[in-house]
């Protein structure tokens, strides 16, 4: 890569670095709305690769930057401070070489319209080269560097879960495993890993879940095989284990509520023949579920809605199954979304707790007597999980739980009086809660 696209690249990834520590944006949607057409398809995947690599370091980076930066930079010149976390983590934890790197870095100042800034570009990361060891040594110590986390969500996590906070924080920053659910509809895993395996790639099967296959290398879904025709989808295992804990079973009505993207609805699809209704507040997303069932060759019906006015989209026939994969902090999957560990506030998990409890209020009555809801996040905070399974179990006393224990995989558990918690690395997958709960 010459140095005028690795400038143009960098100075990309600095505005979604930017977008994100300073705006507040998700990345996805920021990767979403970025102006990188002119780049190649080469370049693009640098750019992304470029993003999410400096978000895991950014709290390292920014503690490095307080050592090497001699003043802080205007409020307008801020995207500079992330055009130098960019090329911090070149120089850390890439293998380019650091000329290469400082070059690229230095010339990406004129792509940000700051080529004023680009001496003290220049002055920083060859600073960094210099003193190397020292400034390493500097901030060490400091929560942000070692576990490469705000230390607002450090706190948060340390109070949560006082015994496992520090496995949670170092899952979270390993690179994640490939997950795929295989379409038993369409092939047993054991073929399909036989025609895996005839590619000379190598994969894992998870014993205690039927279609759970882990790929020991990632790969992209257009090498996968059967992908484009629904013989395999990609899905975390601990994802995989909401459909197969909610047990449908032929003829029966099911709710999936907060349906996109779309995966837990295929897989409740594939285990049986159901008449599915899948919910979303929003249209653009619920469309991923409809390119997902279209791939899958299943069919439900796609309602955009609100779950708190049903009025608005639901027929008034009762359901025998209700999936609620309620919004959540995303704390469990924040190796998959680096950008998360930077738009989390302490205050957000109280607001997504009345959320949680405001939709599962409103899917109740939804659901017929001896009918079964499953509660899941993809959350560790107790306060969106166990905390709003006790409150609503204590005002609904047709509510009952149903025990998930046997069901759930040895070691994959984190201790909760209700429902269960599983904890990202456990297993090797993401962190999730789930609650089943019956209607008497």
Same mark, same amino acid.
């Given at each position: 890569?010459?140095?005028?696209?690795?400038?143009?690249?960098?100075?990309?990834?600095?505005?979604?670095?930017?977008?994100?520590?300073?705006?507040?944006?998700?990345?996805?949607?920021?990767?979403?709305?970025?102006?990188?057409?002119?780049?190649?398809?080469?370049?693009?995947?640098?750019?992304?690769?470029?993003?999410?690599?400096?978000?895991?370091?950014?709290?390292?980076?920014?503690?490095?930057?307080?050592?090497?930066?001699?003043?802080?930079?205007?409020?307008?010149?801020?995207?500079?401070?992330?055009?130098?976390?960019?090329?911090?983590?070149?120089?850390?934890?890439?293998?380019?070489?650091?000329?290469?790197?400082?070059?690229?870095?230095?010339?990406?100042?004129?792509?940000?319209?700051?080529?004023?800034?680009?001496?003290?570009?220049? &002055?920083? @990361?060859? #600073?960094?080269?210099?003193?190397?060891? %020292?400034?390493?040594? *500097?901030?060490?110590?400091?929560? /942000? =560097? +070692?576990?490469?986390?705000?230390?607002?969500?450090?706190?948060?996590?340390?109070?949560?879960?006082?015994?496992?906070?520090?496995?949670?924080?170092?899952?979270?920053?390993?690179?994640?495993?490939?997950?795929?659910?295989?379409?038993?509809?369409?092939?047993?895993?054991? &073929?399909? @890993?036989? #025609?895996?395996?005839?590619?000379?790639? %190598?994969?894992?099967? *998870?014993?205690?879940?039927?279609? /759970? =296959? +882990?790929?020991?290398?990632?790969?992209?879904?257009?090498?996968?095989?059967?992908?484009?025709?629904?013989?395999?989808?990609?899905?975390?295992?601990?994802?995989?284990?909401?459909?197969?804990?909610?047990?449908?079973?032929?003829?029966?009505?099911?709710?999936?509520?907060? &349906?996109?993207?779309?995966?837990?609805?295929?897989?409740?699809?594939?285990?049986?023949?159901?008449?599915?209704?899948?919910?979303?507040?929003?249209?653009?997303?619920?469309?991923?579920?409809?390119?997902?069932?279209?791939?899958?060759?299943?069919?439900?019906?796609?309602?955009?809605?609100?779950?708190?006015?049903?009025?608005?989209?639901?027929?008034?026939?009762?359901?025998?199954?209700?999936?609620?994969?309620?919004?959540?902090?995303?704390?469990?999957?924040?190796?998959?979304?680096?950008?998360?560990?930077?738009?989390?506030?302490?205050?957000?998990?109280?607001?997504?707790?009345?959320?949680?409890?405001?939709?599962?209020?409103?899917?109740?009555?939804?659901?017929?007597?001896?009918?079964?809801?499953?509660?899941?996040?993809?959350?560790?905070?107790?306060?969106?999980?166990?905390?709003?399974?006790?409150?609503?179990?204590?005002?609904?006393?047709?509510?009952?739980?149903?025990?998930?224990?046997?069901?759930?995989?040895?070691?994959?558990?984190?201790?909760?009086?209700?429902?269960?918690?599983?904890?990202?690395?456990?297993?090797?997958?993401?962190?999730?809660?789930?609650?089943?709960?019956?209607?008497?």
């Amino acid at each position: 890569m010459g140095t005028d696209a690795g400038a143009a690249a960098r100075a990309r990834a600095a505005e979604l670095v930017h977008a994100v520590v300073v705006q507040g944006r998700n990345l996805d949607t920021a990767l979403a709305s970025a102006e990188l057409d002119s780049l190649s398809c080469r370049d693009q995947a640098f750019v992304k690769a470029l993003s999410f690599g400096t978000l895991r370091v950014h709290a390292r980076n920014a503690c490095l930057l307080e050592e090497l930066l001699p003043r802080p930079l205007r409020r307008r010149d801020r995207v500079v401070h992330a055009l130098l976390s960019v090329g911090l983590h070149g120089l850390i934890d890439m293998s380019t070489a650091d000329y290469a790197v400082v070059s690229a870095t230095v010339a990406a100042t004129a792509q940000l319209g700051r080529p004023q800034l680009r001496g003290l570009v220049n &002055a920083v @990361l060859r #600073r960094y080269l210099r003193e190397a060891d %020292a400034l390493q040594a *500097a901030v060490a110590n400091r929560p /942000a =560097v +070692r576990w490469q986390h705000p230390e607002s969500l450090i706190d948060a996590l340390r109070e949560d879960w006082p015994d496992h906070w520090q496995a949670v924080l170092a899952a979270a920053n390993r690179p994640p495993p490939m997950w795929l659910r295989i379409n038993r509809r369409k092939s047993g895993r054991a &073929a399909w @890993l036989e #025609r895996w395996r005839a590619g000379g790639a %190598a994969a894992t099967l *998870a014993e205690t879940l039927p279609a /759970a =296959v +882990r790929l020991d290398q990632p790969a992209r879904v257009d090498d996968l095989p059967g992908f484009a025709t629904g013989v395999c989808s990609v899905q975390d295992a601990a994802a995989q284990l909401a459909a197969e804990l909610l047990e449908p079973a032929d003829g029966m009505r099911v709710l999936d509520a907060c &349906a996109a993207p779309g995966g837990k609805t295929g897989h409740l699809l594939e285990l049986a023949d159901v008449q599915l209704t899948a919910v979303d507040q929003s249209a653009q997303r619920l469309k991923r579920v409809g390119d997902n069932l279209q791939r899958l060759e299943l069919t439900a019906e796609l309602r955009v809605g609100d779950l708190r006015e049903p009025d608005d989209w639901w027929d008034g026939k009762l359901f025998d199954r209700i999936l609620l994969d309620a919004p959540c902090s995303a704390t469990g999957v924040l190796r998959r979304h680096p950008d998360i560990r930077f738009l989390r506030r302490t205050a957000d998990f109280a607001e997504f707790a009345a959320l949680q409890a405001a939709l599962l209020d409103s899917v109740w009555p939804l659901l017929r007597p001896g009918g079964r809801l499953l509660y899941a996040t993809c959350s560790v905070m107790r306060r969106e999980n166990e905390a709003v399974i006790a409150g609503f179990l204590g005002t609904h006393p047709d509510a009952r739980e149903l025990p998930l224990g046997p069901r759930i995989p040895a070691g994959w558990q984190g201790p909760t009086p209700v429902g269960t918690q599983l904890l990202p690395g456990a297993g090797d997958t993401d962190g999730f809660y789930y609650a089943l709960i019956q209607r008497d």
